[in-house]
């Protein structure tokens, strides 16, 4: 008999694996930063690449380049996140409805702060401990996130263009006074 075999196994039940593209189950905090920030920074890097190979191709890879996109970020990423939240939300113990809040700005964020139920509960098994490189991840991610949002920033935000002498302003719109 095989030394790697476990309790479950011996009884004759399947060990829980964990299907990302599923309802079933639990996720827990770390694999669902790291599923989520991959999943959009993953995205963003298959859409650079693509048009920067479909833009060259004329109006027919534009519109193919529009299409691909609308999929991706209205249809695939939209669903892969509510799946990834589902299970997150059953991690602590609570049903899938709660994965709503989704569409609330920043107070989905909570999911990346509850910690999941210690052991079983109505949802399952605990999640697979998070090996150090997910949990490496789940740090690098949002710190690289953060750091690409300020670096993104433009500088000269509140300062007035300095326009050379003798130009008019390139609008028509005239400065409102009270």
């Given at each position: 008999m095989d030394r790697t075999m476990t309790a479950a196994a011996l009884d004759g039940a399947q060990p829980?694996?964990?299907?990302l593209f599923s309802l079933r189950g639990r996720l827990g905090r770390a694999r669902y930063i790291v599923?989520?920030?991959g999943a959009v920074a993953g995205a963003f890097l298959f859409?650079?690449?693509?048009?920067?190979?479909?833009?060259?191709?004329?109006?027919l890879g534009r519109l193919l380049y529009i299409v691909v996109s609308v999929l991706l970020f209205y249809c695939f990423l939209p669903i892969f996140f509510m799946l990834?939240?589902?299970?997150?939300?059953?991690?602590?113990?609570?049903?899938?409805?709660?994965?709503l809040l989704l569409l609330v700005p920043?107070?989905?964020?909570?999911?990346?702060?509850?910690?999941g139920t210690r052991g079983e509960n109505a949802y399952g098994a605990p999640p697979e401990p998070a090996s150090g490189?997910?949990?490496l991840a789940a740090v690098i991610l949002p710190l690289l996130l953060i750091g690409a949002f300020v670096a993104s920033e433009?500088?000269?935000t509140g300062q007035k263009k300095d326009l050379p002498a003798g130009s008019q302003p390139s609008t028509s719109l005239r400065p409102y006074t009270p």
């Open positions: 829980p694996r964990s299907r599923y989520s920030l859409m650079l690449l693509a048009g920067y190979g479909l833009m060259l191709s004329g109006s990834l939240t589902v299970k997150r939300a059953h991690d602590f113990n609570v049903g899938g409805w709660l994965a920043v107070v989905n964020l909570m999911f990346w702060f509850i910690p490189g997910i949990k433009d500088k000269r």
